[in-house]
């Protein structure tokens, strides 16, 4: 399959009561399907859903402050279905950073699902472990999130 190497935003929505109130949700549906409606037809138009990766958002001992370890997400992006994926044009490190990049976007605007949150709930860093292949572990850090406020600082990877 074909998508173009760049990221688009677009608005998806996903059903349910899964705490869109909480930091870190919209970051756990990063490598979700994205089902969009295209002139062919409704098509999973996620490149990182397509390669298989997952995002696993990993919440304190403490309920009381959700995601969040003070103001910090900490993140886990598995790629290890890279090897496996075999009908994507885009490469590697295209797919990790495009992905990463969506991920800081997601942390940085939590507002979006309601806008009566509290700027003590607002993720300001992503403490990102990128699990897979020894080449991909170079992409993991801790990221701040203010570039990211008003969306992809990249679009073309």
């Known amino acids: 399959m074909d998508i173009e190497d ?3 935003l677009s608005k998806v929505s996903y059903m349910g009561s899964i ?3 909480n930091p870190g949700c919209a970051v756990a549906l990063t490598c979700s ?7 062919t037809g409704p098509k999973n ?7 298989g990766f997952t995002v ?11 995601y969040l370890y003070g103001d910090t997400l900490r993140v886990r992006l598995i790629v290890t279905s890279l090897d496996t994926v075999k009908t994507l044009t885009w490469r590697h490190d295209q797919l ?8 800081l976007v997601n942390a940085a605007k939590p507002s979006q699902f309601d806008p009566n949150i509290s700027p003590q709930k607002v993720a300001r860093f992503v403490d990102l472990k990128v699990v897979g292949r020894p080449y991909a572990k170079h992409y993991s850090g801790v990221f701040s999130t203010a570039p990211f406020t ?3 600082r990249h679009r073309y990877f």
């Open 6 to 8: 760049a990221i688009w």
């Open 19 to 21: 705490g869109w109130r």
């Open 33 to 39: 399907p994205s089902i969009v409606t295209t002139d």
């Open 45 to 51: 138009l996620n490149v990182a859903s397509l390669a």
């Open 56 to 66: 696993k958002v990993r919440a304190p001992d403490s309920t009381r402050n959700k």
């Open 96 to 103: 990790i950073r495009s992905t990463i990049e969506c991920i």
């Open 150 to 152: 008003a969306g992809p």
